[in-house]
């Protein structure tokens, strides 16, 4: 049993083709678990939390893959970090202040009819950025429909309309 797991899945870092897709395979069901596990918004609000966590897993995962790592130590890591991501979206949701430190507040680019200079160069962001999130949002280009646009925590921008 062990020598047919070594032909299929193989050792260490020297992986053949069927080996590594084998691994691919695995790691594959792995992650459709971790992310259900994971829950919804780990891959919906795309929050900078969010971000770290698929960008994590991806990294630690592709580890298993290749063979750089050894297989159980990966898992284990990647059920740690899905495991975190709950806890700190669990905390996010009853603690106000928390969310502000973790994933950030949404930045005003637009009020008043006037353009937020200031804030927009923190954003990293032009006009013709701001311009693009309001036509994407409030579909127009109208700057007199509109009341304020903001930044989102997840760097969308988004315009509403007076």
């Known amino acids: 049993m062990e020598k047919l797991l070594i032909t299929v899945f193989g050792e260490g870092k020297d992986l053949n083709a069927l080996q590594m897709s084998s691994r ?12 259900r596990i994971s829950g919804r918004r780990s891959f919906g609000l795309r929050t900078p939390l969010d971000n770290i966590v698929s960008i994590s897993l991806g990294a630690v995962m592709s580890r298993a893959v290749v063979g750089a790592s050894a297989f159980v130590p990966v898992i284990v890591c990647c059920f740690v970090i899905v495991l ?3 806890l700190l979206g669990w905390l996010i949701a009853r603690n ?11 930045i005003p680019l637009f009020r008043g009819g006037r353009f937020d200079e200031e804030r927009m160069k923190r ?8 311009m ?4 994407k949002s409030a579909l127009t280009e ?3 429909k509109i009341d304020k646009v903001y930044m989102e925590r997840n760097g969308d921008i988004s315009a509403i309309k007076k």
């Open 24 to 35: 691919g395979v695995v790691i594959f069901f792995i992650a459709l678990m971790l992310i």
């Open 84 to 86: 975190l991501h709950r």
């Open 96 to 106: 106000s202040p928390l969310v502000s430190w973790v994933e950030g507040e949404k």
């Open 123 to 130: 954003a990293l962001v032009c006009r013709e950025d701001v």
């Open 132 to 135: 693009q999130g309001v036509r």
């Open 142 to 144: 109208d700057l007199e």
